[in-house]
């Protein structure tokens, strides 16, 4: 397959980006998206020329690391998929190709495709986690939970942090990403003790980060490759609404 | 900007503040004040369509409404704080959310995306322009003082005989018409987006949370153009 790839090409984080045309010539239908990438920078590297930065990491779409906006669409065309599990047969010979980085304020470029996702990271510290006492290891089945509430529990839980979602939503919005380890901790009775502490710091937090609003659209759940639901999104407002009013109790 | 992590410390005083400050704490202002405001729509159209029934019922009714006035002020009170609380959260919400994306992507086609809430907030200006007239041709009568003093056959209020009137010049009855259109454009969009808000959608109730809204929307539409429509084809005079 030949491409015509529009790349959006950055210095740093201070200097204003823009879109440069590359060939991506010979590249087999079987390869990744990545793989693609790693083409045309080996092209790059033998003209001497700057590679294309991207962040990857597994290539096995359970990392969170890649990104990009393809078309438009962040991680691709293809639904369920991270852009490492994208592979080229679902682009036509001769097609173009725009790819560009996740766009919002509390995701800066760092380098061409790359962008600075420690926001999730201090949103996560602000209230993402279980803490635990130490001490021996409790009985696997000494805890039962519904079946329900682990089903519900676990689709949160695949969440992997990319950042999709806030790529794909209009308002640069977090509330997927956040209401997704919200409800993940709080559907689970480990993490049902710090619930409201959790909620109320994770959303200010978010807020803080510069995140937008939901518009209760859907475009994040679209984006999503894991399909978390916008159900975790009420299920935040749900949390946070009685967090709030239970803290001034 | 909203409060950091730190201060968020039990404050009865500060809930409301906290409530304003914080993202979601807007979203349900915008709710529970859209709400209010929903509400009021339908019990406006309700109250409309008694003009079908004749002048009796209809200047009864109205004269009804006015007969308390505290009562009366004390909505109109409700309603123009939810009015004012709607449009500033609205404002501050939507430049938040474009301070959060200042860069555009090169195709801007979000991928989901609908009529309704593309045009949320023209829709809404719009609307609130329009109220400004409709409140300004029907209650405060400056586009005709005249139609403050018209008494029916027993002296009360002729509002049967005030709507014919304002309904038969067609401008206003086509601006009505498309104001309504936007109403109802607005709520198949924000009656769908109260309940997700307030966080009532799960599996179950999402996919009657968008049926809701668009019954609702159309209901409304033909609720209210009714009148006008009635008036202008001469069907009653």
């Known amino acids: 397959m030949n491409l015509t790839l529009r790349v959006w090409r950055q210095k740093n984080a201070n200097t204003p980006g823009q879109f440069v045309t590359y060939q991506a010539q010979d590249i087999s239908p079987d390869m990744s998206f990545l793989e693609m990438l790693d083409v045309v920078n080996e092209v790059l590297i033998k003209r001497g020329e700057e590679q294309i930065a991207f962040d990857h990491d597994c290539r096995e779409g359970i990392c969170g690391m890649c990104s990009l906006v393809i078309n438009g669409a962040p991680h691709g065309p293809l639904p369920h998929t991270t852009t490492c599990q994208l592979h080229?047969?679902?682009?036509k010979d001769g097609d173009t190709i725009t790819i560009e980085p996740w766009r919002a304020t509390p995701f800066p470029v760092l380098k061409d495709l790359v962008v600075d996702r420690a926001s999730f990271d201090r949103v996560i510290q602000?209230?993402?986690?279980?803490?635990?006492?130490?001490?021996?290891?409790?009985?696997?089945?000494?805890?039962?939970?519904?079946?329900?509430?682990?089903?519900?529990a676990f689709d949160a839980a695949a969440c992997i942090g990319c950042g999709a979602c806030v790529a794909a939503?209009?308002?640069?919005?977090?509330?997927?990403?956040?209401?997704?380890?919200?409800?993940?901790?709080?559907?689970?009775?480990?993490?049902?003790?710090?619930?409201?502490?959790?909620?109320?710091?994770?959303?200010?937090?978010?807020?803080?980060?510069?995140?937008?609003?939901?518009?209760?659209?859907?475009s994040c759940e679209a984006a999503c490759p894991k399909g978390i639901s916008l159900d975790n999104i009420a299920r935040m407002n749900r949390l946070y609404l009685k967090a709030l009013l239970k803290s001034n109790l | 900007?909203?409060?950091?992590?730190?201060?968020?410390?039990?404050?009865?005083?500060?809930?409301?503040?906290?409530?304003?400050?914080?993202?979601?704490?807007?979203?349900?202002?915008?709710?529970?004040?859209?709400?209010?405001?929903?509400?009021?729509?339908?019990?406006?159209?309700?109250?409309?369509?008694?003009?079908?029934?004749?002048?009796?019922?209809?200047?009864?009714?109205?004269?009804?409404?006015?007969?308390?006035?505290?009562?009366?002020?004390?909505?109109?009170?409700?309603?123009?704080?939810?009015?004012?609380?709607?449009?500033?959260?609205?404002?501050?919400?939507?430049n938040a959310n474009k301070r959060a994306r200042p860069v555009a992507y090169a195709n801007s086609k979000p991928l989901v995306s609908t009529l309704a809430n593309r045009t949320i907030i023209i829709s809404g200006l719009v609307i609130l322009a329009f109220i400004i007239f409709h409140l300004a041709h029907f209650t405060?009568?400056?586009?005709?003082?005249?139609?403050?003093e018209l008494r029916d056959l027993v002296g009360r209020?002729?509002?049967?005989?005030?709507?014919?009137?304002?309904?038969?010049?067609?401008?206003?009855?086509?601006?009505?018409?498309?104001?309504?259109?936007?109403?109802?454009?607005?709520?198949?969009?924000?009656?769908?987006?109260?309940?997700?808000?307030?966080?009532?959608?799960?599996?179950?109730?999402?996919?009657?949370?968008?049926?809701?809204?668009?019954?609702?929307?159309?209901?409304?539409?033909?609720?209210?153009?009714?009148?006008?429509?009635?008036?202008?084809?001469?069907?009653?005079?």
């Open chain 2, 140 to 148: 405060i009568g400056w586009v005709d003082p005249n139609y403050l």
């Open chain 2, 1 to 94: 900007m909203a409060a950091s992590a730190e201060s968020l410390r039990p404050s009865t005083a500060g809930l409301l503040l906290r409530l304003w400050q914080s993202s979601l704490g807007k979203k349900y202002v915008m709710a529970i004040t859209g709400l209010i405001l929903f509400g009021f729509v339908v019990v406006h159209m309700l109250g409309n369509l008694q003009f079908f029934a004749g002048p009796t019922l209809l200047n009864e009714y109205a004269e009804a409404l006015k007969s308390k006035p505290p009562v009366l002020w004390g909505a109109r009170l409700v309603l123009l704080l939810s009015a004012v609380l709607h449009i500033t959260a609205g404002a501050q919400l939507a």
């Open chain 1, 88 to 91: 080229m047969r679902s682009f």
């Open chain 1, 169 to 218: 939503c209009k308002n640069a919005s977090a509330m997927l990403f956040v209401a997704a380890k919200i409800s993940h901790l709080s559907l689970l009775p480990q993490g049902k003790v710090e619930e409201e502490r959790r909620v109320l710091n994770m959303v200010a937090k978010m807020d803080e980060e510069g995140f937008g609003n939901c518009t209760n659209i859907g």
């Open chain 1, 126 to 152: 602000s209230g993402g986690y279980v803490s635990v006492s130490t001490g021996g290891a409790p009985d696997a089945n000494a805890l039962p939970i519904p079946k329900d509430s682990a089903d519900k």
């Open chain 2, 157 to 237: 209020h002729d509002v049967h005989e005030m709507m014919v009137r304002g309904f038969q010049n067609p401008l206003v009855s086509g601006f009505y018409v498309i104001a309504v259109a936007l109403v109802a454009l607005h709520l198949s969009h924000g009656v769908a987006s109260i309940l997700q808000s307030l966080g009532l959608r799960s599996k179950n109730t999402e996919p009657h949370l968008k049926k809701l809204a668009l019954v609702a929307a159309a209901v409304l539409f033909l609720g209210f153009c009714a009148i006008p429509i009635a008036v202008v084809t001469g069907l009653i005079r």
